[in-house]
């Protein structure tokens, strides 16, 4: 148990995030590299996933093997060991992203010093936000011409609705850029060019104190520096770690990624203050990461889109005591006892087969079809189930029909496995059965996802109409009676596979409208699993 213990509270589990091209991929290769994971950075994977063409992704992800829609990257750094989320880039996969962040313990949110907050980073944060897991920020690309500093910071505030902690404060940005202030150190860190990809490039400190800072970064740039701390000092938010690890304070950090600059203090400053992992709320209470015994839930399934073998990938987050692969576990939802087979990590890029792991890590276990999204697993001794992944609103929606009716077992089937992979979610409309089915994803992408998985997994061939709809929501009343339920007219009803009433509409206000009309109606935009 001691040794278990000692094991957890050095782990790191977080997530990284940003609209697509902020530098997720350059911060996370750069961070890798300080783990010695790769030698060289440039060499985690092919961004191919984040480019926009479907028929890029149907390529790729036909010879797929996990590193795609990637998953994990563990590496250790100074006696921490690191679990690094991977998220899809393309946004048509968001929902992935949304389900990654529920097996994270933390968030890094990378900005793009020229660009701001941006429309994907805003629903990421939303996420965060629900969870109440820290989020650290790293402003990226200094090196190219920024935003104002204050003006960033802002808008941080003000469109994220978080406060802002600045850790470091940039000298200039562009050609101008010159390095970061360390403003608890009281330190200039000089920026040189020199060390794109490497980790060996000498960074110069030197103190705000030293007579000799005025000539290096000049009189003009020294100038602007005092008079931006001293309005810092000042006025920003002062650091509070419990605010931090509480999610209402963001501790802010400058760099360029790609150059390899301010990265190695961000993730040193980061480990001491992110947190170890998290306890988390099952039916049974509080499950202590440390004093209890194996557990995990499903966040993610992977499908193999290899017609010959067609095996899934759950991916599990580990949240309490240590996987034994010789042991048995209980799979909550299944009421089996069962050994997960081929429990894999991802170690960098290479895939390995695990014998135990702890809390905090992921693993990969090959699934013959029976698990879904938000499953649990635990030691037999302990039946207890997490709290579900909320299933995230759709914002486009489809009917679904099949071209040939004499398919229907393989359609039903197919739609119904994919649904259990979260990449899409299925409707009926009340009061009738499978026949047509109402599809609900978050990025359009999917519908043609879906409409080549049907056909080249299960030999059906659909036709979806679109509908117009762009809003969902869950209707939290048990006592519901849907039939004298009034709305407006462009408002549908709908059921989940459950039974469980849903709403559909055209536009917000008329969501406010059927509000008005139905006094103690309580609608929520998350469905739980
Ligand atoms: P992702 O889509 O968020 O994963 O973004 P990438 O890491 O792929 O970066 C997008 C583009 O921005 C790539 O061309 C990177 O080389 C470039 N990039 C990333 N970080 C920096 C940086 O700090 N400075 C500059 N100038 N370019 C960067």
Known sequence: MADNKKEIQRRRTFAIISHPDAGKTTLTEKLLLYGGAINLAGSVKGKATARHAVSDWMEIEKERGISVTSSVLQFEYDGYCINILDTPGHQDFSEDTYRTLMAADSAVMVIDASKGVEAQTRKLFKVCVMRKIP???FINKMDREANDTFDLLDEIEKELGIATCPMNWPIGSGKAFQGVYDRNDREVSLFSD?????KEGEITKVSINDPKIQEIIGIDAFGKLTDEIELLDGASTPFRLDEVQAGELSPVFFGSALTNFGVQTFLEHFLKMTTAPLPRFADSGIIDPVSEDFSAFVFKIQANMNKAHRDRIAFMR???GKFDA?????HVQGEKKMRLSQPQQLMAQERKVVEEAYAGDIIGVFDPGLFSIGDTFCSPSRKFAYEGIPTFAPEHFARVR???TMKRKQFVKGVTQIAQEGAIQIFQELHSGLEEIIVGV???????VLKYRLNNEYNVEIILENLPYEYIRWIENTDIDMDSLTGTSDMKKIQDLKGRPLLLFVNSWSIGMTLDRNKGLILSEFGRS
């Open 442 to 448: 978050v990025g359009v992408l999917q519908f043609d």
């Open 402 to 404: 099949q071209v040939d």
């Open 194 to 198: 020199t060390q794109r990809g490497t």
């Open 318 to 320: 580990i949240c309490s």
């Open 135 to 137: 989020i650290f920020t």
């Open 326 to 330: 010789a042991q048995e576990v209980y």
